[in-house]
């Protein structure tokens, strides 16, 4: 265990051995700023003033020479040699209503979703509770470093969750997708992420997601159900996929009652001969349905980076706030 000090007065918080200073102050009850948690983002960069870190992931795409040159390190990558000082700025709106802890999961189920994505359950040990929108880190046996994966169902019945995308030679997926059988147990810490849904908005709500982003949209969406934001506001559900063989039936994913009171549009970027829905890329497909309502909504948004800078960019043309974008950044 070290002792890690935010400079200049800030509070002293543990770190235990093999756990990074972001993950550490989160469960400490502080706020630090990060949105990815697997060293891309670079949300969490910190100065060391004093002690010695080692990042667990060497090669983190948000880390560069310079930053080692400055002293400056990633929260989530940064594992404590020693007791530290370390310099960030805080920011309360990060700061964990259910503080994230490290459980051994048992996986239950495996379900198809669509072509390419799985929903897979895991049985969560003692303390269950997220909030609609946020992710967890799942270390399948043998791979290096936790991947982000966000939880699509709701906390209070013992299990998560999530809704995976098959990444075509790719560590985790290929685990959890070629091997993971019920009964196996992992490790899944969280939960993490600040994109979770704003039950005391009165906007109507607007959802984007594209490929993997489906999971934390349809939480949300259920959500959303669940503290009867439904009876008075409207749902706008959309999902860009590429062709029709990789579309979902909203039903049978979302349930009846959700599906027949939100308002889903399927978008396809490569639409065949014959496909009547929207097509082209997602963010032009919520710019023309929504028009110039899309500056009043409340947004949610997940996916790959590309999707999601551009959904950003076409909802900050249209107007909309900053504060009423919510996204974790996916990689
Ligand atoms: C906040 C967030 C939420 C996400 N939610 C979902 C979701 O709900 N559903 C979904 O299908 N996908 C989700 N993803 C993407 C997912 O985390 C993986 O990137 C994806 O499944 C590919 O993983 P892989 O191991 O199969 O592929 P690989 O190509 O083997 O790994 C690539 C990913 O793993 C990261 N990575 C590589 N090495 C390490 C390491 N040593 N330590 C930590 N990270 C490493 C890379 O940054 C890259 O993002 C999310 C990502 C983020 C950041
Ligand atoms: S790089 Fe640490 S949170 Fe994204």
């Given at each position: 265990m070290t002792k890690i000090k935010i400079h200049p007065d800030g509070p002293v918080f543990d770190c235990r051995e093999g756990d990074t200073i972001l993950r550490a102050a989160l469960r400490a009850g502080l706020g630090m700023p990060y949105s990815c948690n697997v060293g891309s983002c670079g949300n969490c960069r910190f100065e060391l003033l004093d002690?010695?870190?080692?990042?667990?992931?060497?090669?983190?795409?948000?880390?560069?020479?310079?930053?080692?040159?400055?002293?400056?390190?990633?929260?989530?990558?940064?594992?404590?040699?020693?007791?530290?000082?370390?310099?960030?700025?805080?920011?309360?709106?990060?700061?964990?209503?259910?503080?994230?802890?490290?459980?051994?999961?048992?996986?239950?189920?495996?379900?198809?979703?669509?072509?390419?994505?799985?929903?897979?359950?895991?049985?969560?040990?003692?303390?269950?509770?997220?909030?609609?929108?946020?992710?967890a880190l799942i270390t399948p046996p043998d791979v290096e470093g936790g991947r982000a994966y966000s939880m699509a169902n709701l906390a209070g019945d013992g299990t998560w969750s999530f809704m995976i995308k098959r990444v075509p030679g790719g560590a985790a997926t290929g685990c959890l997708f070629e091997q993971a059988t019920p009964g196996d147990e992992m490790t899944i810490d969280g939960p993490y992420g600040t994109a979770w849904l704003r039950a005391d908005s009165e906007r109507d709500i607007v959802l984007a997601a594209g490929g993997s982003g489906l999971s934390p949209m349809v939480s949300?969406?259920?959500?959303?159900?669940?503290?009867?934001?439904?009876?008075?506001?409207?749902?706008?559900?959309?999902?860009?996929?590429?062709?029709?063989?990789?579309?979902?039936?909203?039903?049978?994913?979302?349930?009846?009652?959700?599906?027949?009171?939100?308002?889903?549009?399927?978008?396809?970027?490569?639409?065949?001969?014959?496909?009547?829905?929207?097509?082209?890329?997602?963010?032009?497909?919520?710019?023309?349905?929504?028009?110039?309502?899309?500056?009043?909504?409340?947004?949610?948004?997940?996916?790959?980076?590309?999707?999601?800078?551009?959904?950003q960019k076409t909802a900050y043309e249209a107007g909309l706030q900053m504060d009423r974008m919510h996204f974790d950044e996916f990689f």
């Open positions: 002690g010695e870190v080692l990042h667990q992931r060497t090669d983190a795409p948000a880390w560069s020479e310079r930053d080692l040159k400055r002293n400056r390190w990633l929260g989530c990558q940064a594992a404590p040699k020693s007791d530290c000082t370390i310099k960030f700025r805080q920011d309360p709106s990060t700061v964990c209503r259910d503080r994230p802890e490290i459980r051994t999961a048992e996986l239950v189920s495996i379900t198809p979703v669509t072509r390419d994505i799985n929903e897979f359950t895991f049985r969560i040990p003692a303390q269950d509770g997220f909030r609609p929108g946020q992710y949300i969406a259920r959500g959303a159900l669940a503290q009867g934001m439904l009876d008075n506001q409207t749902l706008h559900f959309f999902y860009g996929a590429r062709t029709s063989s990789d579309l979902f039936d909203p039903e049978a994913v979302l349930g009846k009652e959700l599906a027949g009171k939100i308002r889903f549009t399927a978008a396809l970027s490569e639409a065949e001969t014959g496909w009547s829905g929207p097509s082209g890329l997602l963010p032009n497909v919520i710019a023309q349905t929504m028009g110039p309502a899309l500056c009043e909504q409340e947004l949610y948004f997940a996916g790959p980076p590309a999707m999601s800078a551009a959904i």
